[in-house]
């Protein structure tokens, strides 16, 4: 793979700026998808934990998996675990089979040395890292071999509770006269209002 790469391109669309974060989260949705033999889900179809944390490096690592495996923040088929590691466990949610696929240290270490890390940790937004600087980043972590970047664990049952029936039903906030959704609905001095509104006091 290299940066010339549809699903490259598509990532970084999605990202925002270029870095070695998103790519490794790219690669590790990969090797989850062929380890599991199953498709980038068009809906629901997976599941992917990832254990990032917030506020912390290499957390753009999320996005490169949600443009690979198509478990995104607004299917809502994508979770953090917050343990602030570069671990993603992608499961298949009608057969239960998932895989660990986990960073390997070397590869993180690598990432930190690196001249763009450096601008990182003196502040500098990554948008205004020179690109010079970066590609060889990227481009290692686009090319290297899948084994070499991760420590792909064994294809093993895991069960995860079943999510809730989808909700289509709203209703209209009687103070605010915005739209949510009606479990969100709350009960305020004998009228249905949304929670930010039930919070606020008289
Ligand atoms: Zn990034
Ligand atoms: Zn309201």
Sequence with gaps: MDRNDELY????LLHGHKCPAMPM????GMAALEALGVERAQ???????VEIDSDHCATCYADGVMMATGCTFGKGNIRKLGFGKFVLTLVDNKTGRSVRVATRNEVIKRNQESEFIQFRMKGVPASKIAAGLVDPA???ILAEPTE???KIGPV???KLAPGRAHDFNTFICSECGEVAVERYARMKLGRVVCMPCAEKAQ
């Design 43 to 49: 809906d629901g179809q997976l599941t992917a934990l």
């Design 9 to 12: 391109k598509a990532g970084l």
């Design 148 to 150: 070499k970047l991760f």
């Design 25 to 28: 989260g790219l690669r590790a």
């Design 156 to 158: 093993q049952e895991m």
């Design 138 to 140: 990227v481009d290692f």
